[in-house]
């Protein structure tokens, strides 16, 4: 303790006063001489001072009756007494009014010094472990308010985020505290059911905002109607944007398929996922044969499922692995391998595996967090075909044309942007993909057959001499060139009506001849009929007509 | 050699798509003979994208080589399969 120390020294006897000033002075001390109760009040402003040093008896009163007042200015400083006399109840009551010690008269200079350098020393320890208690109390504090932040967002989460539906049954365990994992499931446009069980690094706020872009990622994109593996890319370009890159979302994804009789599994970075037939025997285990989103970059993302037939699986389990982090069983870690026998003992139920797991915890209030998640697949293939596909389709009709003229034919994005808008009305993605293939064939066909004039035929000798041709043919575009696109929806009969003319010479409609597999040329107009419920080309007006059945 | 190269399908694989198409498969085809089209993302499919798979298939026959096409949905997997697709590629 380097620094110099102040104490008062409260004595009216002068030459004691100059036995304990020297004595103090010699340590290093800095000493305040004061010799009445008045004159010591006077520096009761000084907040550098460390230590009081006091003599009882004072011509002005006793300094018993400063204590009080001292206490209460300095909590911290330590009250010593100079006194000759033994009287042991008078002392008792100064203990209890907060003096720390007494120093007997006749002063004995060195252990004066040394007794009030020590209590010096102690009164700085003390003080430096009282700023440490009050700094852990303010961070005990502001974990707390991160805690329940934390809580709130993940509660935000669940709330606007996630349905319950039969059949998906899911037990927790959680330590108080927002443990990282979540289950969500959402439907499909196209009736499939997709379920995540996701588990982030860390605990509290740290996961919540790890999961927070996962979770709203995944419904917006199986709300869209993206495929599984492209939820999966869309994930790992969301945590690339928005977590920071020492954070890690280990996740499950399902998708169930009534209409295919599929569920399809992902496991990234999770324990196996069980799976187990009508008698509840234990068929398979599928492994993380991927990383947890965030480790790999999105186009280094294996997107392969493993896929079975619905109807050959009653049960599915899989848990986050929170689940064995503190588990003892006979003083003994639990293995994945344990985990997996007790759940594949009751895999319909839960609440009853991870029961027994918590019983076998050595130290109960040191579990960590547990999420384990069975699907009853009886009851969601009942739910899944109770539940209708939305399909609804737009009340009002509408109509649109568009001329297309000289290089205006060559703009790539038109196609799509004319889907973008018409997707917008509230059609399924499904007919919008339909469109656009449909479109982008009529238009292919007006641009290149219509109006270029190049010979289809070239496509199947060489596909680049095609494309040369095209290249130089589009140097010659002139603005009295056009292709005319017409688009009419009639909400009554659920119909959509895409006609195409041009001002070139048409094309000659040949008899369907049967395209083989390995044919690269000639699908374009067998493509338009098959998705279309009418196609047809008025040679006279140069117009070909279809009509797409939502 | 690699063991397989997996290609990632934009969301609009079409005419538009085609140079793009063909530098990737080319390029992989120098590493490997087992090539992914990966398809999770694609939406929209025209029949020249048709027509580039059976030029890749060509490439890959001169070598031996395969392809599998991963995570074909909706109209694309319809398309492919008019096209009868299944006897110049497997699926996963």
Redesign the interface.
């Known amino acids: 303790m380097n620094s110099i120390s102040k104490v008062l020294l409260l004595e009216d006897n002068a030459s004691t006063r100059l036995i304990v000033s020297k004595a103090l002075q010699i340590k290093g001390i800095e000493v305040i001489l004061t010799s009445t109760l008045e004159e010591a009040r006077q520096c009761f402003g000084d907040n550098s001072i460390k230590l009081f040093l006091l003599d009882v008896h004072l011509p002005d009163g006793m300094s018993d009756e400063l204590i009080p007042q001292i206490r209460r200015l300095y909590p911290m400083a330590p009250i010593l007494m100079i006194t000759a006399e033994y009287d042991s109840s008078h002392m008792a009551r100064l203990f209890d009014a907060g003096v720390k010690d007494f120093i007997q008269k006749p002063i004995l200079p060195l252990l004066l010094s040394n007794k009030v350098q020590s209590f010096l020393d102690w009164s700085e320890v003390e003080l430096a472990l009282f700023r440490a208690n009050e700094n852990y109390l303010s961070i005990m504090q502001e974990k707390e308010q991160e805690e329940a932040l934390a809580f709130f967002v993940y509660d935000h989460i669940l709330h606007t985020h996630s349905c319950s539906i039969e059949g998906v049954d899911v037990a927790t365990l959680s330590s108080g505290r927002f443990c990282g994992d979540i289950l969500i499931s959402a439907m499909s446009p196209?009736g499939n059911l997709i379920i995540m069980l996701g588990d982030a690094t860390g605990h509290g706020m740290a996961a919540a905002i790890t999961i927070y872009p996962m979770v709203v990622t995944f419904n917006a994109m199986v709300k869209k109607?993206?495929?599984?593996?492209?939820i999966?890319?869309e994930l790992s370009d969301k945590h690339s944007e928005t977590v920071p890159s020492n954070r890690f979302f280990a996740c499950i994804l399902i998708e169930i398929s009534l209409a295919k009789n599929t569920i399809s599994i992902w496991n990234g970075g999770m324990p196996h996922v069980l799976i187990f037939d009508k008698e509840q025997q234990l068929i398979d285990k599928i492994p993380a044969k991927n990383m947890a989103i965030g480790i790999l970059l999105t186009?280094e993302i294996?997107?392969?499922?493993e896929?079975f037939p619905l109807d050959s699986i009653e049960y599915l389990s899989f848990f986050s692995d929170g689940l064995i982090e503190n588990k003892r069983h006979k003083e003994t870690m639990l293995t994945f391998n344990d985990v997996y026998s007790i759940i594949a003992e009751y895999p319909s139920d839960p609440e009853h595996s991870i029961t027994r797991m918590h019983a076998m915890e050595a130290d109960l209030n040191s579990h960590d967090d547990m999420t384990l998640c069975s699907l009853n697949l009886g009851t969601l293939r009942q739910e899944l075909s109770d539940t209708p596909v939305e399909k609804q389709s737009p009340k009002g009709n509408f109509s649109f044309s568009f001329e297309l003229f000289g290089d205006s034919l060559l703009n790539?994005h038109f196609t799509?942007k004319l889907?973008e808008l018409i997707e917008s009305y509230g059609f399924s993605?499904?007919f919008c993909?339909?469109v656009?293939?449909v479109l982008?064939?009529l238009l292919?066909n007006s641009v290149d057959h219509g109006i270029l004039n190049i010979q289809s035929n070239l496509?199947k000798t060489d596909?680049i001499a095609y494309?040369d041709d095209r290249n130089e043919a589009i140097q010659t575009l002139s603005n009295n060139q056009k292709v005319a696109v017409s688009v009419n929806w009639d909400a009554n009969q659920k119909t959509l009506r895409l006609t195409v003319s041009d001002s070139g010479n048409g094309y000659q409609v040949k008899k369907e001849i049967p395209?083989s597999?390995?044919?690269?040329?000639g699908?374009?107009l067998s493509?338009v009929s098959?998705?279309c419920s009418d196609f047809a080309y008025d040679q006279n007006i140069n117009t070909t007509r279809t009509t797409l059945r939502y | 050699m690699s063991d397989c190269i997996a290609i990632n399908m934009p969301e609009r694989f079409d005419f538009s798509t085609h140079s793009w198409f063909t530098k990737t498969y080319e390029e992989a085809l120098t590493k490997t003979k087992t090539i992914i089209l990966d398809f999770s993302r694609v939406s929209y499919v025209d029949s020249s994208a048709l027509g580039m798979m059976v030029l890749l298939h060509r490439q890959l026959n001169k070598v031996s080589g395969h392809c599998t096409i991963r995570n074909a949905n909706g109209t694309a997997k319809d398309i492919l399969d008019m096209a009868n697709f299944e006897k110049l590629f497997s699926y996963e």
Request: proline fraction near 0%; aromatic fraction near 10%; charge should be positive.
């Open positions: 196209n109607g993206l495929s599984t593996g492209a999966l890319r186009n294996s997107t392969k499922f896929t790539d799509l889907v993605q499904s993909q339909r656009f293939t982008t064939e292919v496509k596909f494309l395209i597999s390995d044919q690269s040329y699908r374009g493509i098959s998705l």
